[in-house]
């Protein structure tokens, strides 16, 4: 009887584990991209040029893309901070600070961005 209370507990405690674990992970990812978000949003104040967003870029020797927001129909700055694991039917993801312009390149909004991924 002793045995099997301890075969039933050892399995609450895995299958606990199983279920906390990657939530912690995940917090702790999130936790990070916030941390990466604040300088921007510290240093690049709404209404900005895009042309002072970029010299800031350059200046601060940040590695960035740039692509255009559909949603918006502006142009965007993409800085990777980041990428979210992939489950076995999706690949990874990754994780951007975006920078958004509106038509008239004034910068209209900083956040995190997480790419869509590709799933089979």
Request: aromatic residues 8%; proline residues 5%.
């Amino acid at each position: 009887m002793r045995k099997g209370a301890i075969i039933v507990a050892s399995g609450v405690v895995l299958v606990s584990a199983w279920l906390i674990v990657p939530r912690i992970r995940q917090s702790r990812r999130e936790s990070a991209y916030l941390v990466a978000l604040a300088p921007f949003q510290r240093d690049l104040p709404i209404g900005m040029t895009r042309d002072e967003v970029k010299k800031y870029l350059e200046s601060s020797h940040v590695a960035h893309r740039e692509d255009w927001d559909s949603e918006y129909g502006g142009p965007t700055y993409a800085v990777k901070v980041g990428e979210e694991p992939g489950t076995l039917v999706c690949s990874s993801r990754g994780v951007y600070i975006a920078l958004e312009f509106d038509s008239a390149n004034v910068l209209r909004e900083v956040h995190i961005r997480k790419q869509i991924p590709g799933c089979l």
